[in-house]
């Protein structure tokens, strides 16, 4: 499917009466709090008026606009006509798809706090996600930042009730009308060049980070498919975020092949091995079923209870008081 076809394809979709329809949620995202985490998203919950701002918004930024909207491939150096869309395919830009697989669920993330201050100085932007009745979601993106909030601004915020000003001391938020890109399908939109840039430069940071962190793994366990682990780890949010977990760990100095094999054999874990001129080499698989194993061995998640001595396969892990 071309570029235009998918604009096509999106109208389609999402657009009803001339306005987006479909369940939409929102949330913001902030840099990491730490250099080896990811971006945290704190989910919105919106209002119904709230919501239709949204619904509105999204309607003038996106679909007004690309009526009549010429579209050009994507280039990071050139400055784009007021009526010129870029596009790009989502696999050429990685940062862009590693924000599409975090945020195509946003039921998990923590809600938005007004009185968190740490997070708000990391705002970067917001995201957008309207599902369509044939589940396929599209995203929305604007950059966002502490600078929103009025309160942050020198003077009072006064507003004007019955023709008295009364001043307002509630958390007050400025969401302006703009989107800067959208992704839908196999495509990443681009409506506002620098704050679009803005945005994924962070995410490719973050994606640098994992993949750092996936070599420093392959230093230490030997992997086949090398190249294959580096790219999984650093293209789909949920396996960076546990890789950089994995850099964490107290034991990650000492992590080597002599360490993970017992565990291999006493889990009877299905991942192959290969030997490579006297060395084993564990074998990296992509597919859905065997892409995590390797993390969650190399993350401790094989566990023996002292109790029962039953063997168990976790996905968090605290360490007891006193430890």
């Known amino acids: 499917m071309t570029a235009r076809e998918t604009l096509d394809d999106l109208a389609a979709a999402f657009v009803a009466d001339g306005a987006v ?3 939409l949620e929102a949330a913001t995202v902030a840099r990491p709090p730490t250099s080896d985490a990811l971006p945290e998203g704190r989910a919105l919950a919106l209002a119904e008026d709230a919501e239709l701002y949204f619904r509105s918004l999204l309607t003038d930024a996106v679909v007004a606009s690309l009526e009549g909207a010429r579209l050009r491939k994507f280039d990071p150096l050139y400055k784009p006509d007021a009526d010129e869309v870029e596009w790009a395919r989502i696999d050429d830009i990685p940062a862009a798809a590693l924000a599409v697989d975090r945020y ?6 923590a809600p938005f706090d007004p009185a968190d201050e740490s997070y708000k100085r990391r705002m970067r932007y917001w995201v957008a996600v309207v599902t369509a009745a044939d589940r396929r979601r599209a995203f929305f993106f604007r950059s966002f930042s502490a600078s929103a909030e009025l309160q942050r ?5 006064l507003v004007s009730r019955n023709g008295t000003f009364t001043r307002v001391d509630e958390h007050i938020f400025l969401f302006d009308r703009n989107v800067d890109c959208f992704v839908f399908g196999e495509y990443v939109f681009v409506l506002r060049h620098a704050d679009f840039r803005r945005i994924f430069e962070q995410l490719d940071a973050v994606r640098r980070r994992a993949a750092r962190a996936a070599r420093e793994v ?10 294959d682990f580096v790219e999984a780890c650093s293209n789909q949010a949920a396996m960076a975020e546990k890789l950089l977990a994995v850099r964490r760990r107290d034991y990650f100095d000492q992590l080597s092949y002599a360490m993970l094999a017992p565990v291999i054999e006493e889990f009877n874990l299905n991942i192959p ?14 597919t859905p079923e065997q892409r995590w194993r390797i993390l969650k061995l190399i993350d401790d998640d094989y566990l023996r209870s002292a109790m029962t001595s039953h063997r168990y396969e976790v996905n968090s892990k605290t360490a007891p008081p006193g430890d």
């Open 21 to 23: 329809a479909g369940v």
């Open 104 to 109: 195509a669920n946003l039921s998990p993330l």
């Open 153 to 157: 601004k020198r003077g009072a915020a």
């Open 218 to 227: 392959l230093a230490k366990v030997p992997i086949a498919n090398a190249e």
């Open 273 to 286: 091995t290969r030997d490579d001129g006297g060395t084993t080499q564990l074998v990296f698989e992509s």
